[in-house]
């Protein structure tokens, strides 16, 4: 296994305490994302050699969706710069290094659930996290 180095390791409370500006910063992120696919569908409908490019020429061709874009990328840096790794904007998953004194691992979080809840190893992933100690299993999907 690769060694990891992290800027900065948290305990479950220190990342339950970014959750409420985390809710803030993820949701911007899915409106964000949801209004830029709304609107290149919109573009596609009358152009739909859009259908098969790439997000940045999209916008080369169409610079009014830079607004959108540069708005997520706002927020994805607001997330990075606290020490989170965002993996998911739709399904809202955000991680945070937590060395338990065995490994370190990743506190995972979804937006909607009301704290930190679960983990997983940092080489898996979502699919493989694992309920936190006291953390009721029916948040958990």
């Given at each position: 296994?690769?060694?990891?180095?992290?800027?900065?390791?948290?305990?479950?409370?220190?990342?339950?305490?970014?959750?409420?500006?985390?809710?803030?910063?993820?949701?911007?992120?899915?409106?964000?994302?949801?209004?830029?696919?709304?609107?290149?569908?919109?573009?596609?409908?009358?152009?739909?050699?859009?259908?098969?490019?790439?997000?940045?020429?999209?916008?080369?061709?169409?610079?009014?969706?830079?607004t959108f874009t540069?708005?997520m990328a706002d927020?994805?840096?607001?997330?990075?710069?606290?020490?989170?790794?965002?993996?998911?904007?739709?399904?809202?998953?955000?991680?945070?290094?937590?060395?338990?004194?065995?490994?370190?691992?990743?506190?995972?979080?979804?937006?909607?659930?009301?704290?930190?809840?679960?983990?997983?190893?940092?080489?898996?992933?979502?699919?493989?996290?694992?309920?936190?100690?006291?953390?009721?299993?029916?948040?958990?999907?």
């Amino acid at each position: 296994m690769a060694k990891y180095r992290f800027e900065k390791l948290f305990s479950a409370e220190e990342a339950d305490e970014l959750v409420p500006r985390l809710e803030i910063l993820v949701r911007k992120l899915q409106m964000q994302a949801n209004s830029l696919r709304e609107r290149i569908k919109q573009l596609a409908d009358d152009d739909s050699s859009l259908l098969g490019m790439e997000l940045p020429d999209i916008v080369d061709l169409h610079p009014e969706l830079k607004t959108f874009t540069t708005s997520m990328a706002d927020a994805a840096g607001q997330i990075e710069a606290l020490g989170c790794f965002l993996k998911d904007i739709d399904q809202g998953l955000v991680d945070f290094p937590c060395d338990t004194g065995d490994e370190v691992v990743f506190l995972c979080w979804q937006f909607g659930e009301p704290r930190v809840l679960a983990w997983h190893t940092l080489d898996s992933g979502f699919s493989e996290r694992k309920p936190l100690p006291g953390a009721r299993k029916t948040y958990l999907n």
